[in-house]
């Protein structure tokens, strides 16, 4: 057992409201600058839909992940490190400018300069890298937002390929028509294909909390990290030449704050906790069928209050105080005790750290009279009735495993129904019970989610673990030293060729 | 390595060496920054999130939520994080080449300035030159939005303003200078500056809740309330909820949550939408309603809820709350033709001589079998004696205790068959209703009690002869869930359903059922009565005034919590108190004359047969009508000058106020002086001078933006209207048209936004993150600061201190122009929560001769009030003396604040002059004490003084709610440094001690307190005189206006492959109004525009395909702009989500010869529902932004193409 500790993410998809307020929390912080505009280390898709860049699910397209070998070994689908230097001038994987968006700004000045003429005075759209005019905005980082262009953008979602036929000419027809929102930042994976791909080394995953980050003195701006993962969530800054990435916000972590896109979530969907995992398994874990891979990674999520567990930890030099986030970790109930949230493409075989909770949604209707209806006798509708078919959730979150995501929904219904029963009292207890009992809960449990899941104030839903910076300067310096003299120093702008 | 050898493992292992990561304080250092100060945005998106603007280096860098908001009631989810996409993008304007850095004006206007300036010494004689001259005049104004700006100095830009000022009111009158600014509490101080100077100056105000048609009116027609609604905590409380026109997560978006929490607690959601909106996402069931239907949907709801629920079996809790919170026993009088008036307690022996007797109305005993007054009526609240306005079942004469009779069909005299109108198949049918003879001094009645009239109209079938529905399945008979199915194209067994579970819901929590509502149905011309079928499933349920139910009505940012002494220095209350309060859609229906563009409103909209005045004709006779009436306001008001009107007056012989009074109303009557009303596009009848600020007057807010163009600014329009008012109106002067009414447009902001670029002059101000301010919402129940994160950059000012300015410099001018004391003549219509309420029992015109016009009382209340002009700016710095001696005033609530006042002038800041010292109102801080200092909300001892004031006058005890918080008090320091929670306070209608979530009326059912009506109930029926006669004094279901009788296409061809569509322009996802829409940021989350949307089988038969640029037009105007196809839109339907700018690249239109079209407004044309013009008369009594027509827009419909050639 190699016992590491993790900082683990759960989306809670059912809350999730489609803002993009931590979008924008995350740009105004970290690219906002020359080279990055294009870069949306989080962002916020609507499912169905092609995504941002577009159809990056698609790996028979970008070549992203892990594949298993005939021996029983991982790959790296896109590239070797060996095959890099024959590739220099062209990565034939590398999504292009019209797969991202060629970024703009308006002539807002125009509106103050533009001298008198006969017509009202209008800013026109110009291309930030070349300063044109643009007549025809043609696509965003967002542009399918809301199913929109659905014949275009959302009938082209990869996750359709495992959805019947039938179903999905439905889901574009009132009876069917359905969406949700899809959250992304980098998943900080256990098995990191960017990391694995860096022929400079400038990617790695930090010892005390997992955080994959990218050296940007180090980064010689190969962009294999870009092909390599699956997620596509990584960037080049064409004004550096570095690549970069989602940092976890980790200067807010090491100073007990949540990311940035976290603390703003409006939609509270947002939970972060220390996980501690067994790193001797990734290997076994990582080479699982596709629709093992969600309950293989559960799997390697260990007990932290399992005295074997703890003492593993400890060995590996955990701190104490982190075992004991680790224990108050509420992904850890998500993701393990609960069982409601899953790995997004588990299939890509990077061991993604950030889960989801699947969203409900609602019931199905018919046309049969040629009016609309939803009418059935029950209050709140299984999970076979709503109108996001399972088999489209299943391919996103589970790597096809239908069952995992059908868990997930019958536990949150049951907690609905039991709270209804509290609440209201026009379900009888005894459905209750039963419904229960289907979805695998008990009374304590469900009343448990319930709490996590609708009171949680802002300290319950992040457990952020201590960082021991003192530890970390102290192995390169004086501490005290440090506290004297830290800020000091000029300050240099990145520029290409850093 | 080989490849193979890539294994995990391996990268685990890599731990990296500690100095190697020296390089990670790049991005540390980014994050470092050197303060964080609270602020907030004040845009009314009703969020009111509180914010920590982070300053590194003295620049603004970005911002983050406010997370310390102190904790309700533990067992509801916490109010963090507050805001969202478009609140997080703010600090992008600060420094963005779309900020206003400087003073600007229009060239062409600089130019003919300074030729007259030359000429003339005196500004204001060189702007009374500029003024006579047509040429140069109409020179600039042709140039209005077509650039040419120049940079400009205060200096220049204060001198051209007072000038304009001093000139406009020594010319025309003082009612000809207005301001357009709206919702006050999104903050507040920033309104109250240019409102302060206005009503200091004897300007004009025009509303904004109204036009904007935020307000519901069906709001003050059932509670007398302007609105009152849920924090967004209380959704959580709600165990069904109804959501309909309101798209909670794009527009109610850091609220959002609770709605999801509610929902893992055990709470049903349902939406009713004709789009798979955003919100539809996580309901339980989407009703797929057709557009605008929703009142056919909540009638048929409530058939079923009556007929299940109140007929085959009761619901204790459902009747005893008819009898004690709604008008349900009252007694009305019906005759074979329908419902009628009320029956008035001094039509009976026992009550003759009652005072206020025609205002005290009556109920059936049950116990003695006889009449019996009820207290709480609006007689009770206005007569002499107080202390018997309250919700008790005791008889108003005697006292004794009575047992409301809620129906006659057990006990009755006879079964009368009455008429009721079914607008759908433009007939009548009858239904039998159970009355009572009674015997009155005008011989016998027939009356019924107002719930087995109800019976009767949503026809809840209790064996009474007559038209009564089968059952559910019966197609023909209104108002069934088979007969709605044709209207909202959803199944009946839904609707059954859905009314079974809402009730049930009801009886089994006490009343926990919510209706979250919003613009998606107020935008609707009868919306009212949409608005009263939903609101009366709660009725009938016991849901209103109950944590968890209740209509959540969320359209706009109207709740301005310190309300009382805010509403003292805005509106000059200190000094003057005789404010200029216009209601914005009558004065932009008239003054920028729409009116001209459409026939008889009988045309389009659905009403009885047999017409009368109040229900046919020109909407413009209506309103002249109501302007004389003194039921809506008017200015300019009369075709001459007031201030000349005075010495007039005096010439004339007349020495007292009362005699110049009386002399303009016999001038009045003569027709010697007319309301400019009457003959609007005189010359004496414009409005002159403009001031706009915290708004987007002339785009987001103008609907009939063309119109606005045309008439107002005299420059390029787009609109091909033709006008057809003439021999239309009957009372009103249709004279030739004109162009540019306005001599002088100036407009505030920080941004170059459309109304910028069309004014006249543009000043610089301070953004959200630059000055001092309050703001509160109904949203949530704490009150925020906005705070100076950096102090106004470039040569930006905060709008305090741009009035102050203005006042300074228009004072200086006044001691040449208009020096010493002024007087003038005031008038403004009869108003709620006054004694106006209970002055017009029966519709009596004046004018017509029915009548004597008696100020106040048949006619407008008018007054002789006097000016300082050479004070302004003393006093606008100043709290003035009228408050300390007087009181403050908010909804009928009063207050004494003396000892404050004075203890303020021994502690605080004052401001002096001619010796005497008053509490400063220098800056905007002392601006912010001063509402926090003496308001209820937020000084326990005034919330205490006024349950205190409120016990005097119902003879309840209520000071019990104020007793715990008397001693609190906060300021503005202690808002910047947390988020405080308002006090309960009389002025509101919930108890939310102990941290209780606000829910309204929860006093008014907890204490029996009255609703501000004529019955002191909750209102069922509606017996205005215009209300019968427009057939909605009962609750019923119109259909929308046709499009081929609304006017909107009727010269608008259909060119090449075309679609006519319904037109819907609810609120975005990617801006609030226009703020944020022109942002990089929510321009590349969105298109780069704001796209018309519509189905994808509607834009294959025109063969456009996604992101292809259309032409949407209409009569009104144009529209070029890309299209997204998505088959979330239903057919027939399309949306342009309000509302963009048209200053970014927007394209030219063939149609209109290449001009450059316009944006959503472009293609609005407002009109005004007459039945909401009716005033006199209990809760149907003007207040600004409570009462008047709202400026309806969701029935237009376009023609749209693929657009032929793409110019910019």
């Not at chain 2, 999801?260 to 939406?271: F, I």
């Not at chain 2, 009045?668 to 609007?680: F, S």
């Not at chain 2, 109102?921 to 004031?949: H, I, K, M, P, Q």
Request: overall charge neutral.
């Amino acid at each position: 057992m190699d016992v590491r500790a993790q900082v683990t993410t759960v989306f809670h998809l059912d809350k999730c409201i489609g803002c993009h307020t931590c979008s924008i929390a995350c740009k105004n912080i970290w690219t906002d600058r020359e080279g990055t505009e294009y870069m949306w280390w989080n962002n916020v898709e609507t499912k169905p839909g092609t995504g941002y860049p577009t159809k990056w699910e698609d790996q028979s397209k970008y070549n992203g992940g892990w594949e298993r070998t005939k021996n029983g070994k991982l790959r790296l689908k896109s590239t070797s490190k060996k095959s890099i230097p024959f590739n220099i001038f062209h990565n034939p994987n590398l999504p292009t400018l019209d797969d991202y968006y060629e970024p703009w700004t308006y002539k807002y000045e125009d509106l103050f300069n533009a001298p008198e003429q006969s017509s009202q005075v209008t800013a026109m759209p110009k291309s930030l890298i070349t300063g044109e005019i643009i007549e025809h905005i043609k696509s965003g980082p967002n542009w399918d937002d809301d199913l929109s262009g659905s014949p275009i953008y959302a009938e082209n979602d990869p996750n359709l390929s495992a959805v019947s036929d039938d179903i999905r000419k439905q889901m574009f027809a009132v009876e069917r028509l359905a969406f949700f929102y899809f959250p992304r930042i980098c998943n900080h994976c256990l098995n990191p294909a960017c990391v694995a791909s860096c022929p400079s080394g400038a990617l790695y995953k930090r010892g005390e909390d997992g955080i994959v980050l990218l050296n940007q003195e180090r980064c010689r701006a190969w962009r294999s990290c870009i092909s390599a993962c699956p997620y596509k969530k990584t960037y080049y800054n064409w004004s550096t030449g570095k690549s970069e990435k989602c940092i976890l916000c980790f200067p807010r972590i090491e100073s007990g704050q949540a990311p940035a896109c976290m603390h703003s979530c409006v939609g509270r969907i947002r939970y972060i906790g220390m996980t501690l995992y067994d790193a001797d398994r990734i290997v076994e874990v990582a080479n699982l069928d596709d629709n093992q891979l969600a309950e293989g990674m559960r799997s390697l999520i260990l007990d932290p209050r399992d005295p074997e567990v703890i003492e593993a930890a400890q060995r590996n030099g955990v701190h104490d105080s982190v075992i004991e986030a680790a224990q108050n970790s509420p992904s850890y109930k998500f993701i393990k005790t609960w069982k409601l949230a899953l790995p997004p493409h588990p299939e890509f075989r990077t061991l993604p750290m950030l889960w989801y909770v699947p969203p409900l949604s609602p019931v199905l209707a018919s046309l049969d009279t040629g009016k609309v209806s939803n009418s059935t006798d029950e209050l709140f509708e299984s999970v076979e009735k709503f109108r996001m078919p399972i088999s489209y959730l299943a391919n996103l979150l589970s790597g096809g495993n239908e069952g995992l995501i059908r868990y997930s929904l019958k536990k949150m219904l049951a907690v609905r129904m039991l709270q209804r029963h509290k609440t209201v009292g026009d379900i009888e207890r005894g459905t209750v019970d039963k419904m229960l009992k289907e979805a695998d809960t008990t009374e304590r449990e469900a009343t448990e989610i319930y709490r996590l899941t609708s009171l949680a104030t802002f300290d319950e839903r992040f457990s952020i673990p201590p960082a021991h910076r003192e530890e970390a300067i102290e192995s390169v310096g004086v501490v005290q030293e440090h506290k004297a003299s830290a800020g000091f120093g000029f300050k240099f702008a990145p520029r290409r060729g850093l | 390595m080989s490849n193979e050898k890539v294994t995990a493992a391996t990268w685990i292992q890599d731990l990296v060496e500690p100095e190697t990561r020296s390089w990670e304080e790049f991005y540390r250092n980014r994050w470092q920054y050197d303060k964080k100060v609270r602020s907030t945005h004040g845009v009314n998106c009703t969020g009111s999130c509180t914010w920590e603007i982070h300053v590194k280096d003295g620049i603004v860098t970005w911002e983050l939520q406010g997370l310390d908001y102190p904790k309700l009631d533990p067992s509801l989810p916490p109010y963090e994080p507050r805001g969202c996409q478009r609140g997080i993008s703010f600090s992008w304007y600060l420094y963005s080449p779309i900020r206003v850095k400087y003073p600007y004006i229009r060239g062409a206007l600089l130019d003919n300035w300074k030729k007259y300036r030359k000429q003339h010494a005196d500004p204001v004689d060189a702007w009374a030159a500029l003024m006579a001259d047509p040429e140069s005049r109409a020179r600039y104004q042709r140039a209005r939005g077509k650039g040419g700006f120049r940079r400009s100095t205060w200096k220049t830009v204060n001198e051209i303003m007072a000038a304009a000022n001093i000139y406009t009111a020594k010319k025309w009158g003082p009612d000809r200078v207005t301001g357009f600014s709206p919702i006050p509490a999104m903050s507040m101080l920033s309104y109250a500056a240019g409102s302060r100077f206005l009503q200091l100056f004897g300007g004009v105000n025009l509303s904004f809740y109204d036009w904007y048609c935020d307000l519901p009116p069906a709001s003050p027609e059932i509670w007398g309330e302007q609105t009152d609604v849920n924090e967004s905590a209380d959704w959580f409380n709600a165990k069904m909820l109804a959501v309909m026109g309101s798209n909670l997560n794009m527009t109610r978006t850091p609220d959002c949550h609770f709605a999801a929490e509610a929902r893992h607690n055990g709470t049903k959601m349902v939406v009713l939408a004709p789009d798979f909106n955003q919100v539809a996402k996580y309901a339980d069931e989407w009703i797929a309603l057709n557009a605008g239907q929703d009142g056919a949907f909540w009638m048929a709801v409530n058939h079923v809820i009556l007929s299940e629920f109140h007929v085959k079996r009761t619901v204790p809790m459902f009747m005893d709350y008819q009898r004690r919170f709604t008008d349900c026993p009252f007694l009305v009088e019906v005759s074979e033709d329908g419902p009628g008036r009320l029956l008035r307690a001094n039509t009976i022996e026992r009550y003759k001589n009652v005072e206020k007797g025609e205002w005290k109305f009556l109920v059936w005993d049950d116990e003695t079998g006889d009449v019996k007054m009820p207290k709480g009526t609006a007689g009770f609240r206005w007569q002499s004696e107080k202390g018997q306005w309250n919700l008790e079942c005791k008889d108003g004469l005697d006292n004794s205790e009575y047992t409301p009779a809620l129906s006659f069909l057990d006990n009755c005299s006879v079964v009368v068959q009455v008429a009721f109108d079914d607008y759908t198949r433009e007939t009548q049918y009858k239904r039998g209703v159970p009355v009572k003879r009674i015997k009155t001094l005008q011989g016998e009645k027939t009356v019924a009690t107002i719930y087995d009239v109800l019976m009767a109209q949503y026809g809840a079938n209790r064996g009474l002869d007559g038209e009564y529905p089968r059952n559910y399945d019966d197609a023909d008979a209104p108002f069934t869930p088979a007969w709605q199915e044709k209207w909202t194209g959803i199944d009946r067994k839904d609707v059954i359903k859905f009314a079974r579970e809402w009730a049930s819901t009801a009886e089994h929590t006490g009343g926990k059922c919510t209706v979250i509502i919003g613009a998606g149905i107020n935008h609707w011309y009868h919306n009212n009565l949409i608005y009263r079928s939903a609101i009366h499933s709660m009725m009938f349920c016991g849901c209103i005034g109950k944590n968890g139910g209740g209509m959540a009505h969320y359209v706009g940012q109207e709740k301005l919590a310190p309300a009382a002494p805010w509403g003292a220095i805005a509106f000059a209350q200190d000094w003057i108190g005789a404010p200029r309060l216009q209601n914005a859609p009558s004065w932009h229906y008239v003054h920028s004359d729409q009116w001209r563009y459409e026939r008889e409103f009988t045309e389009y909209a659905a009403g009885p047969k047999k017409h009368t005045d109040l229900n046919s004709g020109h909407t413009m006779d209506v309103q002249t009508k109501a302007v004389r009436m003194g039921w809506l306001p008017w200015f300019p008001q009369y075709d001459k000058n007031s201030i000349e009107l005075v010495k007039e007056a005096e010439a004339a012989g007349c020495k007292t106020d009362d005699e110049i009074v009386k002399w303009v109303v016999q001038q009045l009557k003569d027709k010697k002086i007319r309301y400019t009303v009457e003959d609007p596009d005189a010359q004496e009848a414009w409005p002159r001078v403009w001031y706009i600020w915290r708004g987007n007057a002339l785009q987001a807010s103008a609907k009939g933006q063309e119109f606005f163009f045309r008439h107002y600014l005299g420059t390029t329009d787009n609109a091909i209207a033709p006008e057809v008012a003439k021999g239309h109106v009957k009372e009103t002067v249709f004279r030739e048209a004109v162009t540019g009414k306005m001599d002088l447009v100036v407009d505030i902001n920080f941004r170059m936004d459309t109304s910028a670029l069309y004014s006249d002059i543009v000043l610089p101000t301070a953004t959200w993150y630059e000055k001092a301010d309050l703001n509160s919402t109904d949203m949530h129940s704490f009150i925020h600061p906005l705070s100076e994160a950096v102090p106004p950059c470039w040569e930006s000012k905060s709008d305090w201190d741009i009035f102050k300015g203005i006042c300074k410099h228009t004072g200086e001018m006044a001691k040449k122009h208009l020096p010493g004391e002024v007087r003038e003549i005031w008038s403004a219509p009869l108003l709620h929560d006054t004694p106006a309420e209970v002055s017009q029992p029966e519709v009596k015109d004046w004018a017509l001769g029915e009548c004597d016009p008696i100020p106040g009382k048949t006619m407008p209340n008018m007054r002789v009030i006097t000016h300082n002009f050479e004070q302004l700016y003393d006093r606008y710095c100043s709290f003035g003396p009228k408050v300390r001696a007087g009181g403050l005033h908010a909804h009928g609530v009063d207050y004494q604040i003396a000892d404050f006042y004075d203890e303020w002038i021994e502690h605080k800041p004052v401001h002096e002059f001619e010796g005497k010292k008053y509490p400063s109102l220098e800056s905007a801080v002392d601006a912010c004490e001063a509402v926090l200092y003496f308001s209820s909300e937020c000084n326990g001892e005034l919330a205490y003084r006024a349950f205190e004031d409120q016990e005097k006058k119902t003879g309840l005890v209520m000071t019990d709610l104020g007793a715990d918080s008397r001693s609190v008090r906060f300021g503005y320091k202690d808002l910047q440094s947390q988020p405080r929670r308002l006090l309960t306070s009389p002025v509101w209608s919930a108890i939310t001690n102990g941290g209780r979530a606000y829910s309204p009326f929860t006093m008014n059912v907890e204490k029996m307190l009255p609703w501000r009506t004529l019955t002191g109930r909750q209102h069922y029926y509606l017996d205005h005189e215009g209300y019968i006669d427009n057939g909605e004094q009962v609750p019923t279901y119109k259909p929308s206006p046709l499009p081929k009788n609304y006017g909107d296409l009727s010269v608008s061809k259909a060119d090449g492959k075309t679609k006519m569509l319904n037109y819907l322009t609810p609120h975005g996802k990617w801006h609030i109004h226009s703020t944020y829409g022109d942002t990089l940021r929510m321009m590349t989350l969105s298109r780069g525009c704001e796209p018309f949307w519509m189905n994808d089988h509607d834009a294959k038969e025109l063969d456009i395909i996604d992101n292809d640029f259309v032409e949407v037009h209409n009569d009104n105007g144009v529209v070029v702009v890309r299209c997204v196809v998505s088959a979330r839109i239903p057919r027939g339907v399309c949306i342009i989500y309000h509302s963009p700018e048209r200053t970014l690249g927007v394209p030219k239109s063939p149609l209109r010869g290449y001009t450059r079209a316009g944006a959503h407004n472009s293609l609005t044309r407002v009109r005004l529902k007459p039945v909401l013009m009716m005033g006199g008369y209990g809760q149907f009594t003007f207040y600004f932004n409570y009462w008047g027509p709202t400026g309806v827009n969701r029935d237009t419909h376009i023609l749209v193409r693929k657009l032929e050639k793409l110019v910019y």
